[in-house]
């Protein structure tokens, strides 16, 4: 099994900057591909950012895409989602997940990951 951390979020101004992370242990975090998605009050979970195992390839949900990155670093177990340009409407918790995987591909539903951390709240102020 692998375990999830996410760490970083926080109350920010609108139009800021902000990185998150996700630091894995138990596994190879190279043997996965990552994930993230958020949740906001009243709303289903949503897709934000996907990175196959190895990080040559990159999927965006349609409300970040062009304002956030992903990226991984394997050396560090450690996964980061870029944020810039937040929008009060960006606040959520923001939860990290993985999947073994034995491809490069990326993966954009919720039911295609195995393993979830507990979030970090991401609060974005007008």
């Known amino acids: 099994q692998v375990q999830l951390v996410e760490s970083g979020g926080r109350l920010v101004q609108s139009g800021d900057s902000l990185r998150v992370s996700c630091v894995a242990s138990g596994r190879t975090l190279s043997d996965y591909a990552m994930g993230w998605f958020r949740q906001s009050p009243g709303k289903e979970r949503e897709f934000v950012a996907a990175i196959a195992r190895h990080g040559g390839r990159r999927w965006y949900g349609d409300s970040v895409r062009g304002r956030f990155a992903i990226r991984r670093d394997n050396a560090k177990n450690t996964v980061y989602l870029e944020m810039y340009s937040l929008k009060p409407e960006d606040t959520a918790v923001y939860y990290c997940?993985?999947?073994?995987?034995?491809?490069?591909?990326?993966?954009?539903?919720?039911?295609?990951?195995?393993?979830w951390g507990q979030g970090t709240q991401v609060t974005v102020s007008s």
């Open positions: 997940a993985a999947r073994h995987s034995w491809d490069l591909n990326v993966f954009t539903e919720l039911e295609s990951y195995n393993y």
